[in-house]
């Protein structure tokens, strides 16, 4: 006897609208404490990095100085918020210096509850604010944290829903009525919920006294109450000191029983009624006035903890059971939710809550209440509506299966799972153990942007350096990595992370042009290569006697990869130097014959007036230790997840393919051979970064000699942003006029080989991007006041 | 009997530098007075369009201020040289307003002597100097205008030749010596010049007194003293008031002589030494130094009248013959030019300019001379010279027939066939002619850069107007349209005309880009055809209700020749929409579906914050007149000279070939109808200017609301040059928010199709560049100070 509501799902088959209702819009919001290496609660200030907390819209604080708030942006796939989440969880984690993010709900070691820092959020408003809440509530529980799941149903489900429904309601109250149906229902069930999510079992003993007091220790420093599921849940959780009843039946009463209790002084605000469900209007102006003229915009689901078994505190797999739940919720038949049935509520969600073993237990109204039996019974109504209305959903009908098994076998309840690692360990030493763990994979992967590996490597630094400090960002186009970046008045286009408006049109063209960029750095008395362009062929054999016997490049004017270039660096004949010239015109109708400078090639980022990093690239290569063979070198260096294939990784595995084999040979060796300890072995004739090579950081070596003369070919072409090629022949010797030469200027230089290249630091190219833009902006309003 | 140093010959063809002595660097300056319709000397002051004279490197004023004097960079071929020049003057004379550039070397009709106005150089030693050649010369003389031809061996030949000498002389010695023989020379057979090239036979009743008195009047107001070749080199010419020897056997002496005539007072300086050739150091810096220090770098030939027959004063054939005397006065022996020579050179020169039809006269020192004899001799001479040294030089063949033909039939000379031709009219009538007749040629042909027609329409017509306003150019990728522009301290690069500094690189990424400049113009608040994009079918396919019933179109995103575009502007199927949706997606991995927004299709051209020009293209099309057939009238209407083929003229010719046939053929019509008068018949649908199509102007038509909108979009993308694209419903009605629509930003528009339109005026787009990059770079040096 399942609770489905049929007549609906005929509706939503007949209108071919079943497949819209399993598609939503979804965002997340959770907090995590900080903490240092032992697990004391941080007391340090919010770092600067994320800039002014009231600005940044991903990375704020909740109510403690310590307590980190991330809030991804809208998505309409789950898999989209959480890769949003997780990046957002490695930017914060990445940006600590000595401290972690506590990964559980249940606050860490605590100092005296006078020493807890209130967040100073340098708006009166909101600090005032906390204090009353510290006055009303104290400081310690604030300390809880855990996750708000934002949802709504597709606008597009709505509006085909209401018209096949032809009802004589306004749109608007239609949504309403959806969205409170389904806040109703999730009332009344949310002791499902919790049952399955909850993961704050134990506590430490710096935590509330009141706690302590009925709990149990167990292992060193962990505290237990019975079976809990979710110290944040329960009676001992973040709760309005009184329990109103709020009516959830239409939103004319609920505003009505919120404002009455704001009026009554009960409430300071309607944020201040802590509801496991909130209503949420479409825009944060005043909460009465939105939601009344706008209705309901999307649902805000409060009642999930920190899940410390997850590196971001939830699956995707709990995303997805959520969001089922709630489509069911509104699938189902509709149930009354009156104080009554809240106060039963209320009683069945906190009584399984703290003890979640229980096989039964007696409501207040006398009736015996078998929990998992019931839980059973909504998963198998889920499932059948699942079956009926989406019936190829399989990761739905996975996450039904594990949610199953974790009743039957209550020991894998999330709760159950978390109170056994605990035992094992203590609390302090089980969630360090994991924040350090996550710190390591957000390390691993720090240059990538989860759910946009599409990007380029650079485009993906940029974002995360620009969600970093608050900057909102929207894609404009994906394939071209076209973005724009807004931080309050000011808007910034970028393509390909150094397309800016910094740049001028002609700088980036006199760059894509050989001749045009040594006219320009030659008007400026910076060294380039001596030559000249011929546009036939005859013109440029004429004039061999000018070459004969000197190093030169024979290149086509514009082709860019080393296609139909000769380099000549010893004597050459008449007929080498022919076939050469022949060549190039193959490949343009213009050639260059120029001299070929000697040294070694590096590559100076400049931003600005500054040469933000330099590298110097070398062929794919193992260096020997007397006993593994070059194979298992290569392999060892491979593992490096820096490492990777296909241009998403900045730097690429080292192959072992034709090309390596016949370049060892030639040397007379082969894969199978030991290298004696600290000998180089090159598998690779090139140095390009996509053949395997290294890229190795020499920002702080080279002289400043030389960057002056980098930023001085930057200024010559007018450029913000560019990577400069120089041929420097020593760089123990300061430059002088004839030991460098310039061979190009590249407009759009890669940015990520920078900050993560094989060997040296991270030069935060990227943040230097922002830095000029918006700095550049900022000054322009600051002109035009 | 020859000349040939014969040794010399046999050198160069040993060190194989024959074909390089027939290279050379050439430059042009000429002078032209203006006139007003009736012939009479202009009194207006020098066009303010040439900026100030003292700037502007190719339009100055000479001695007085209507004496226009324009002058050419240095090529290194003679066509060059002389296709700027045809430029330069096609430049100055569609400046004008009502006045004729007077093409000949004796002035038109003169005021008294006071009222010709001297040049205002807005300089004091300038103006000064003038004032003093006012006294010492009188202003009447000053008038005679003439060509200047310089000259210098190329240094690549100068080089080789020396280094087969092998001399103890040092390379500027070597070099000295080199010209200082061939100004020797070219003094002592200047007549032969003279007598080739004098172009100045008759004069007007107005001009010297002390001539008329000498003079015959031959019809209505012309003058003629015998058998006058020039008037200009004739003892009436423009000479030293002293007969001065100034020695050309070393750079010494001559400098030594040269500075005594200063000393002793008869010089105000160098340049009043009015010799036939001058020699020239590199720079314009102190005369004296300059040449001591850096040796003579080019020759000043000064004997050259302007040659009323040819458009520009000069023909190339002339040049070729100009540059093969001098060659031959190098290869020639040395003959010595001491006092004694230079006064019977001077007599010789003289006698036979007077009178030019002599057959023999009496040398002072008492030899008979026969003038043509020994033209034939010389001229034999340099045949045999070219045989030996160049033989495959056609042009030089010819031009040395030529004028052997015009020295054995004296008919033929040019001042012979233009005393004919005043004889025939009058003096006036004869140079207003064809002052006239070179107008409507230069009209002609206003869109063009001689020289330089494989450059884009729009990089011409800038370079012309930067030259008209003397800014300096040079092209640094012809391929590309590439160049820079300097004026003073202001350098621009530009690509493509519309390619500048004044636009962010983003700019015109933006542009590029359909998504971004839909979302950036939105969020101005600009119309633009509503729409999605997509990057799969099924979600595409998966909207059709969203589409069904309107007016769409269904394209790539970033094709922009029509590819892949479907317009349903009625109602369509879901298999045609399928089936459009397929094929956009074969072009591009994203395609957009947007509403199609109906009207006439609008380009406006925003420069800055202005719209400097409008158009409207319609298709190929003819105008009956009830007479001519269709292809009588489409053959008519290709006969203007704006119609072209291969885009290098403003519009395209209309062709008669197949899709103009079948589209005839689908309205019932053919190549051989007559349509009646009034009617027109198109013969395209497409209204590509590249097929025929017509441009026409619109710009005073459209409303200023449109014009608003356009602005706004320019600057809603950040751009200083764009060409937006816009659907106007109806243009009689003012703008409103759904009666346009924007369909495209385009960058680098073409301007020349703003400047020479089928209908309407020229939007002079080119002079808007330069103000805008002119003015950007002046306002940035005020900044700076």
Not at 87 to 96: G, K, Q
Not at 478 to 496: A, C, P, S
Not at 706 to 729: L, P, T
């Amino acid at each position: 006897m399942g609770l489905l509501n049929r007549d609906f799902i005929q509706l939503l088959l007949k209108y071919q609208i079943n497949n819209d209702l399993f598609l939503g819009e979804f965002a997340i919001e959770k907090e995590n404490v900080r903490v240092d290496s032992s697990g004391n609660l941080a007391r340090t200030p919010h770092p600067k990095a994320f800039g002014k907390k009231m600005e940044n819209p991903y990375i704020k604080t909740d109510f403690a100085e310590s307590q980190i708030e991330m809030i991804t942006p809208v998505f309409d796939t789950i898999n989209k918020t959480y890769n949003f989440l997780n990046t957002l969880h490695d930017i914060v984690a990445l940006e600590l210096k000595e401290e972690y993010l506590w990964p559980g709900s249940n606050p860490p070691l605590l100092p005296d509850e006078d020493e807890i820092p209130v967040a100073d959020m340098g708006d009166p408003i909101e600090n005032k604010y906390r204090w009353e809440l510290v006055n009303k509530y104290g400081r310690v529980k604030q300390l809880y944290s855990g996750i708000h799941y934002n949802f709504s149903f597709p606008q597009k489900f709505l509006r085909k829903w209401y018209e096949a429904e032809s009802t004589e309601q306004s749109f608007k109250e239609f949504k309403d009525a959806t969205y409170l149906k389904v806040v109703r229902n999730t009332l009344k069930y949310r002791w499902l919920l919790i049952y399955l999510t909850g993961a704050s079992p134990a506590f430490h003993q710096t935590f509330l006294e009141e706690c302590v007091q009925q709990a149990e220790e167990t292992a060193q420093d962990s505290f237990l109450i019975d079976d809990m599921i979710s110290l944040r849940n329960s009676e001992f959780g973040y709760r309005n000191i009184n329990p109103f009843f709020i009516s959830f039946d239409s939103l004319e009463e609920y505003l009505r029983d919120i404002k009455a209790l704001i009026e009554a002084g009960e409430l300071l605000n309607a944020k201040e009624y802590y509801s496991a469900v909130r209503l949420k209007p479409a825009d944060s102006g005043d909460y009465f006035a939105s939601l009344r003229e706008n209705g309901i915009a999307y649902l805000e689901l409060r009642l999930l903890d920190l899940n410390p078994l997850e590196p971001v505190g939830i699956s995707q797999e709990t995303m997805r059971f959520i969001h089922l739940f709630l489509i069911y919720m509104l699938v189902k038949k509709d149930e009354p939710y009156d104080q009554e049935e809240h106060i039963l509520a209320s009683y069945q969600s906190d009584i399984l809550n703290r003890n979640g073993h229980l096989d039964s237990f007696i409501a207040p109204d006398g009736t015996k209440i078998r929990p998992q039996e019931k839980a059973l019974e909504l998963l198998k109504d889920m499932e059948e509506m699942l079956l009926l209305l989406n019936p190829g959903a399989e990761e739905y009908l996975q996450v039904l299966e594990i949610n199953r098994e974790r009743i039957r076998n209550k020991n894998l309840l999330i709760a159950s799972q978390i109170k056994k690692k605990i035992n094992d360990s203590s609390f302090i030493q089980f969630h360090l153990g994991k924040a350090r763990e996550y710190l390591l994979k957000s390390m691993e992967h720090g240059y990538q942007f989860k759910g946009y590996e599409d990007l380029e490597l650079s485009t993906q630094l940029l974002l995360k350096a620009a969600i970093k400090r608050g900057i909102e960002f929207n894609i404009l186009d994906r394939d071209e990595n076209f973005i724009v970046l807004k931080k309050g008045m000011n808007t910034e286009y970028v393509k390909q992370a150094t397309k800016t408006s910094l740049d001028s049109y002609i700088t980036a063209l006199i760059m894509e042009n050989k001749l045009v960029t040594k006219h320009v750095l030659e008007q400026q008395g910076i060294r380039v290569p001596n030559g000249r362009s011929y546009r036939n062929i005859s013109e440029a054999i004429a004039d061999y006697e000018l070459y004969q016997n000197k190093p030169i490049v024979i290149k086509p004017k514009s082709t860019n990869f080393g296609i139909g270039i000769t380099i000549f660096t010893d004597t050459f004949t008449k007929g080498d130097f022919q076939l050469a010239v022949q060549m190039a015109f193959e490949h343009d109708k213009t050639i260059l014959l120029e001299e070929f400078i000697s040294g070694k090639e590096y590559r100076f980022l400049v931003m600005g007036d500054e040469v933000v990093g330099i590298l110097h690239r070398v062929p794919a290569n193992v260096i020997g230790d007397g006993q593994h063979t070059i194979a298992q070198l290569a392999e060892d260096k491979n593992k490096d997840p820096l490492r990777g294939k296909g241009y998403r990784t900045p730097l690429e595995k080292i192959q072992l393919g034709e090309a390596e084999k016949l370049f060892l040979k030639n040397q007379g060796k082969g894969f199978m051979d030991v290298p004696e300890k600290g000998e180089v072995v090159y598998l690779r004739e090139n140095s390009n970064i996509s053949t395997g090579g290294d890229s190795l950081d020499y920002t702080d070596e080279i002289p400043d000699s030389y960057k002056k003369i980098a930023v001085s070919a930057a200024k010559a072409a007018g450029a913000v942003f560019c990577g400069v090629d120089m041929m420097i022949e020593d760089m123990k010797n300061e430059a002088s006029e004839i030991n460098y030469g310039i061979i190009e200027i590249n407009f759009n230089p890669a940015i990520h080989i920078h900050c993560y290249p094989y060997k040296g630091k991270n030069r935060h190219a990227d943040e230097k991007i922002l830095d000029l833009l918006f700095q550049k902006s900022k000054q322009h309003v600051n002109s035009e006041n």
